[in-house]
């Protein structure tokens, strides 16, 4: 790992950083100097580092805090490595880290480690998840009273609209999107094709998929933080806030996956366009599901505001084939590339719990072995489905008490994701909508 300083040697100082419950990077700088300790001693948080509120608060009476005396866990390097930040002025690298138990054991409130144990249940079947995930966000001049489209840096112009699939959208950011690639290849983040979305400013930029669920949601989490930092130092802002604007579609985080067997087999693919009774059970136990996760998928105040009919988002609990309506979509494609699209998902989202529950949803479903509903057609939202939770409060409750959710988190860190969500309830209860706005647009 040292061998990065060789290969960059104007690196100086360093960042050492874990993802806490909202997907908020926590951590510390040090001189390049000690980078070498880290990899053979870590470095320590609290435990309540991973348990902070959007604020970065402590969740009041929470166990971690002072009825443990404000422990220390271990944190280690993942197997990522060093990787340098682009965004900032000075050159520097940011080494990813976990958290454990002083005696090693891995600490299953770290949403990290709850992803790595979804992943070791499928290694345990001698299965495999390929993923991959589809990231939307907004470019935003922030510097006023009122969100707007930024000026082209080519052009200097602001476009009025959304442009679905604009290559004019595109080229106005050129420079912008340019520079974004250069520094997903230097960061080892597979990025894919770019589009112009329905929002002004809104964009989508696809992940290659990959057969790491743990490397797909460390890019995901990375590539926010860059696309975030990056648009700074181009004098805007960029958001992966779930709903900026209300009266344009909301930022979504799509994820597609597929699992092989042992053999490198798509399981899903059963020869035909219908995929295999393996893929269905998957998909029911994905709809089972969905009303428990759903404050995963949906962790915020304004995660609601895009989850409403019409709006582009799936607001009713079904799956379909090729129709992009429904929370589960079946794309179409070549029999062996047979997967499932989970659409639900904000772009707001902590990518290691979002992919934790979706993957840990499926193979409940798979060890169920139990058959969906069939599949409808037309316009979900005027079929009668059954719908997600409509609010916050509600989706904490659907949370506490699934059983499906049980089966893929630890107790623990369902306790403290609960309490974190239910005291920025409370807070955010006291903030005007456009004080609420103002927290969400950078930190999510």
């Not at 001693?41 to 443990?68: A, C, H, K, Q």
């Amino acid at each position: 790992m040292m061998d990065f300083f060789l290969e960059h040697p104007e690196v100086r100082t360093i960042r050492v950083a874990a993802a806490d419950l909202n997907g908020i990077a926590r951590g510390k700088r040090l001189p390049v100097k000690t980078a070498s300790k880290v990899f053979t001693d870590g470095t320590r948080f609290p435990y309540s580092v991973m348990n902070l509120d959007i604020w970065g608060e402590d969740v009041e009476d929470s166990p971690l805090v002072f009825e443990s005396g404000d422990a220390d866990a271990l944190l280690m390097p993942t197997d990522r490595g060093f990787m340098p930040m682009p965004w900032l002025t000075a050159p520097t690298a940011i080494l990813p880290i976990w958290m454990f138990h002083m005696d090693g054991r891995p600490y299953m409130g770290d949403p990290r480690q709850a992803l790595a144990a979804v992943v070791n249940r499928y290694k345990a079947r001698g299965l495999t998840p390929v993923v991959a995930t589809e990231l939307e966000f907004y470019l935003i001049d922030d510097s006023g009273k009122t969100l707007r489209v930024p000026p082209s840096p080519r052009s200097g112009k602001r476009r009025s609209g959304g442009e679905v699939l604009s290559l004019r959208a595109l080229d106005a950011f050129d420079q912008f999107f340019t520079s974004l690639y250069e520094a997903c290849e230097m960061m080892d983040i597979p990025a894919d094709t770019a589009i112009s979305e329905a929002g002004p400013g809104q964009f989508e930029l696809n992940m290659m998929h990959q057969p790491d669920p743990l490397k797909a949601a460390d890019d995901a989490w990375f590539f926010k933080m860059l696309v975030k930092g990056l648009a700074r130092s181009y004098g805007f802002a960029a958001s992966f806030m779930a709903k900026p604007y209300d009266a344009w579609p909301g930022n979504g985080m799509h994820t597609h996956f597929s699992v092989l067997d042992a053999d490198g087999r798509n399981v899903f693919d059963d020869g035909t366009r219908a995929g295999s009774d393996t893929m269905r059970h998957a998909v029911n136990g994905l709809l089972e599901a969905l009303p428990g996760s759903a404050l995963l998928f949906a962790p915020h105040e304004n995660s609601y505001d895009r989850l409403v009919p019409n709006a582009h988002a799936p607001t009713g609990i079904g799956w379909a084939y090729e129709n992009r309506t429904a929370a589960l979509r079946i794309p179409d494609s070549a029999p062996v590339a047979r997967r499932i699209e989970h659409r639900v998902a904000g772009g707001d989202v902590n990518p290691y719990l979002m992919i934790a529950a979706i993957l840990g949803a499926a193979l409940n479903g798979i060890e169920d072995g139990r058959d969906p509903p069939a599949p409808f057609k037309g316009n979900a939202y005027d079929l009668g489905l059954k719908q997600l939770p409509e609010t916050w409060a509600d989706a904490c409750d659907a949370f506490e008490r699934c059983g499906h959710i049980q089966r893929i988190f630890d107790p623990e860190l369902i306790t403290n994701f609960l309490m974190t969500k239910r005291q920025e309830i409370h807070y955010m209860g006291e903030l005007t909508e456009q004080e609420q706005s103002e927290i969400y647009l950078d930190t999510v």
